[in-house]
């Protein structure tokens, strides 16, 4: 079935999709729903009352409480078995009925869509018939007003004598904005020749005062020729009077001459300003004839415009009036054209009754059944290792901490600890081996001579691997001083097996002799300097330059220095120990560390300007091989070395 929006009224988006969703919710009416059961009669087809019982069972004919009540669940029946698809991106919507017949449910579907268009063709001619009854009453109305309006109009002009010539109106609205009156041109008229006259009497006047002031005469045309001729006869006789006397004939008679040429002169002179004088007395008789007509239609004109008034206030209302019929004549011949349009609803494929059923499909439920569940088992394993922080492959650091991995340590038993990273061909030696050999590459002159070894917690293998590298480096043979600089939680005496009597926070106090505080471990190959007791400010002490002499005086008798340094978190004293050494090495324990906390830990590394070399993954067990990292060294071996994977104790991996 195919919709259309009515063109009756501008198209715009907003509009067009309100139409659509009025039609969809037609679609669905109940009103829809009475009129199909009406109809298709269908409280009296035996067919779609079997499939639905509606009789409930009842032998002979219904009376109407009981027809009631079924045109009722008919409906109710009709409405949830009828389903609106509108196809995206077209004017088209797919309408469908789910039965348990697919006859009935083709019947169903046509005779609903029929009743929908003839519904929609009862409701334009209905809205039609009532549009045009009204428009016909108010229209003969503002007739009757506007001829009432326009004779007021015509009375009132004829009695004020208001004369219009000439009517403007706007192009927008149609209104009166200006009448041109009899007197108003009148007026404009005169006043045009007024100001001609008062140009020619100002001209006359000019020419008149300058003939009056001053005997040039330029303009009149005989005296100029006078005066030209008089000239010349000068002329002559000035140069006759330089030959001859004054009594020589041709002298007397040019004398006689130049006396009448001058006589001449003086008459046309008189006869010129006489004219002049005529010409301006002429202009400005003129003058005052024309400013006193001006004078009675200005005020004629005056009178005209305060009796306008009222005039302009009966223009507007018939304006007003004329508007308003005009708009309304203009709207009934547009319904009138609607009413006799075309339906805008239009049926395009009438229904068939489906070759199968359309519910239940076994194969396509037990296929979505399949995809929810491998989709829910995904979601739930995904929401797991999102949830799981730990370190479960330590090549990550490198992705996720943005560190260079230095090695990787195995989970081993603590009793089995020392005798491991003495041998030489154990795993754990050879994993602290393998991260020693990457530590000489890390500067430009090796391994570097200073670092310290700290982790975000307690517990995750500092103190050992702080052991072991010294160890390592010790039996490669160098000179290694490891000093446990973690003076709040001492754990190298524990490691060794001696007493923490002495030690770093002795000096740190201002103890000078150093010699008398440094030990050394001949089964390990290195020495070391002890933490010592536990002072009351370890920060304060961690903050002098203390620290930075003892290192640089060790360093004058040790290739390495390697400070055993507290966890970051909780704590001032890391930061603070990672100043006078090159470098950091960042232990993080592949079981039970915190992605988070591990981050947050080297962010204050970072805020210190510490160089942090790289991480060093320990206790690395079997659940992290699953992840494709073990270990098969040259030897043969790797977890089935036969050592055994137990829990931390005081000694070895733990702290």
Same mark, same amino acid.
């Given at each position: !079935?195919?919709?259309?929006?009515?063109?009756?009224?501008? =198209?715009?988006?907003?509009?067009?999709?309100?139409?659509?969703?009025?039609?969809? @919710?037609?679609?669905?009416?109940?009103?829809?729903?009475?009129?199909?059961?009406?109809?298709?009669?269908?409280?009296?087809?035996?067919?779609?009352?079997?499939?639905?019982?509606?009789?409930?069972?009842?032998?002979?004919?219904?009376?109407?409480?009981?027809?009631?009540?079924?045109?009722?669940?008919?409906?109710?029946?009709?409405? +949830?078995?009828?389903?609106?698809?509108?196809?995206?991106?077209?004017?088209?919507?797919?309408?469908?009925?789910?039965?348990? @017949?697919?006859?009935?449910?083709? =019947?169903?579907?046509?005779?609903? *869509?029929?009743?929908?268009?003839?519904?929609?063709?009862?409701?334009?001619?209905?809205?039609?018939?009532?549009?045009?009854?009204?428009?016909?009453?108010?229209?003969?109305?503002?007739?009757?007003?506007?001829?009432?309006?326009?004779?007021?109009?015509?009375?009132?002009?004829?009695?004020?004598? $208001?004369?219009?010539?000439?009517?403007?109106?706007?192009?927008?609205?149609?209104?009166? $904005?200006?009448?041109?009156?009899?007197?108003?041109?009148?007026?404009?008229?005169?006043?045009?020749?007024?100001?001609?006259?008062?140009?020619?009497?100002?001209?006359?006047?000019?020419?008149?005062?300058?003939?009056?002031?001053?005997?040039?005469?330029?303009?009149?045309?005989?005296?100029?020729?006078?005066? #030209?001729?008089?000239?010349?006869?000068?002329? +002559?006789?000035?140069?006759?009077?330089?030959?001859? /006397?004054?009594?020589?004939?041709?002298?007397?008679?040019?004398?006689?001459?130049?006396?009448?040429?001058?006589?001449?002169?003086?008459?046309?002179?008189?006869?010129?300003?006489?004219?002049?004088?005529?010409?301006?007395?002429?202009?400005?008789?003129?003058?005052?004839?024309?400013?006193?007509?001006? +004078?009675?239609?200005?005020? =004629?004109?005056?009178?005209?415009?305060?009796?306008?008034?009222?005039?302009?206030?009966?223009?507007?209302?018939?304006?007003?009036?004329?508007?308003?019929?005009?708009?309304? %004549? #203009?709207?009934?011949?547009?319904?009138?054209?609607?009413? *006799?349009?075309?339906?805008?609803?239009?049926?395009?494929?009438?229904?068939?009754?489906?070759? /199968?059923?359309?519910?239940?499909?076994?194969?396509?439920?037990?296929?979505?059944?399949?995809?929810?569940?491998?989709?829910?088992?995904g979601a739930l394993v995904f929401l797991l290792e999102q949830l799981d922080q730990s370190i479960r492959d330590p090549s990550e650091v490198s992705d996720r901490f943005g560190l260079p991995l230095l090695g990787s340590i195995p989970k081993v038993d603590a009793d089995t600890f020392e005798e491991l990273l003495l041998d030489k061909k154990s795993m754990i030696y050879e994993a602290y081996f393998a991260a020693q050999t990457n530590l000489t590459f890390l500067t430009n002159h090796g391994a570097p001579r200073s670092f310290m070894l700290t982790s975000t917690r307690p517990a995750e293998g500092k103190s050992s691997s702080a052991l072991s590298l010294a160890s390592v480096f010790g039996q490669t043979?160098? =000179?290694? !001083?490891?000093?446990?600089?973690?003076?709040?939680?001492?754990?190298?005496?524990?490691?060794?097996?001696? +007493?923490?009597?002495?030690?770093?926070?002795?000096?740190?106090?201002?103890? &000078?002799?150093?010699?008398?505080?440094?030990?050394?471990?001949?089964?390990?190959?290195?020495?070391? $300097?002890?933490?010592?007791? !536990?002072?009351?400010?370890?920060?304060?002490?961690?903050?002098?330059?203390?620290?930075?002499?003892?290192?640089?005086?060790?360093?004058?008798?040790?290739?390495?220095?390697?400070?055993?340094?507290?966890?970051? %978190?909780?704590?001032?004293?890391?930061?603070?120990?990672?100043?006078?050494?090159?470098?950091?090495?960042?232990?993080?324990?592949?079981?039970?560390?915190?992605?988070?906390?591990?981050?947050?830990?080297?962010?204050?590394?970072? #805020?210190?300007?510490? #160089?942090?070399?790289?991480?060093?993954?320990?206790?690395?067990?079997?659940?992290?091989?699953?992840?494709?990292?073990?270990?098969?060294?040259?030897?043969?071996?790797?977890?089935?070395?036969?050592?055994?994977?137990?829990? &931390?104790?005081?000694?070895?991996?733990?702290?």
């Open positions: !079935m195919e919709t259309d929006v009515e063109g009756a009224r501008e =198209k715009t988006i907003s509009n067009e999709i309100a139409f659509f969703n009025t039609q969809y @919710s037609l679609l669905e009416s109940r009103s829809l729903a009475a009129r199909t059961v009406r109809a298709g009669n269908l409280l009296n087809d035996k067919d779609f009352l079997a499939q639905y019982d509606l009789t409930g069972g009842e032998e002979g004919t219904p009376n109407s409480a009981q027809r009631a009540r079924m045109a009722e669940r008919a409906e109710k029946i009709l409405l +949830d078995a009828v389903s609106i698809e509108p196809v995206r991106q077209s004017s088209l919507v797919d309408v469908s009925f789910s039965t348990p @017949s697919a006859t009935l449910s083709a =019947k169903l579907t046509n005779l609903w *869509v029929q009743q929908f268009v003839a519904a929609n063709l009862d409701r334009r001619f209905s809205a039609t018939s009532d549009a045009r009854r009204f428009l016909e009453q108010r229209i003969g109305s503002l007739r009757r007003n506007l001829e009432d309006s326009e004779r007021e109009l015509i009375t009132y002009a004829a009695n004020n004598d $208001i004369i219009t010539l000439e009517t403007r109106s706007d192009p927008g609205t149609g209104r009166t $904005i200006g009448d041109r009156t009899l007197v108003a041109a009148d007026v404009e008229k005169i006043s045009t020749a007024l100001s001609v006259a008062r140009d020619a009497r100002i001209a006359a006047e000019s020419q008149l005062s300058s003939s009056v002031s001053s005997t040039d005469l330029s303009s009149n045309a005989a005296v100029s020729a006078l005066r #030209q001729r008089r000239a010349e006869l000068m002329a +002559d006789l000035a140069r006759l009077r330089k030959i001859f /006397g004054e009594e020589y004939p041709e002298i007397v008679a040019k004398k006689e001459q130049l006396a009448a040429l001058n006589q001449s002169v003086s008459t046309e002179t008189q006869r010129s300003r006489a004219l002049n004088q005529e010409s301006y007395a002429s202009a400005l008789k003129r003058e005052k004839e024309l400013q006193a007509e001006l +004078d009675r239609l200005t005020g =004629k004109y005056r009178d005209q415009q305060r009796r306008s008034i009222e005039y302009a206030i009966l223009q507007r209302e018939v304006d007003t009036n004329r508007q308003l019929y005009d708009g309304l %004549l #203009q709207r009934y011949k547009e319904i009138g054209a609607a009413g *006799v349009g075309t339906n805008n609803i239009a049926v395009v494929d009438t229904a068939t009754p489906s070759p /199968g059923p359309s519910s239940p499909k076994l194969i396509l439920n037990v296929a979505l059944a399949l995809i929810a569940g491998f989709g829910l088992a043979g160098k =000179k290694v !001083m490891l000093i446990d600089a973690d003076i709040r939680s001492p754990s190298l005496n524990e490691l060794l097996d001696v +007493d923490n009597r002495n030690g770093l926070s002795n000096y740190l106090t201002g103890f &000078d002799k150093v010699s008398e505080l440094i030990a050394s471990s001949p089964e390990f190959g290195f020495d070391y $300097i002890l933490a010592g007791p !536990m002072p009351p400010n370890a920060a304060e002490l961690f903050s002098s330059s203390r620290l930075s002499e003892l290192v640089e005086l060790l360093l004058r008798d040790y290739d390495h220095v390697i400070l055993d340094a507290p966890p970051v %978190l909780g704590l001032a004293d890391a930061p603070l120990l990672a100043r006078p050494v090159e470098g950091v090495i960042f232990t993080i324990d592949a079981s039970s560390s915190s992605a988070r906390a591990i981050k947050s830990a080297l962010n204050r590394l970072r #805020q210190t300007d510490a #160089q942090i070399f790289g991480a060093l993954v320990t206790k690395v067990g079997r659940r992290n091989e699953i992840y494709g990292y073990g270990y098969g060294y040259g030897y043969g071996y790797g977890y089935g070395y036969g050592y055994g994977y137990g829990a &931390d104790k005081s000694r070895g991996n733990s702290e």
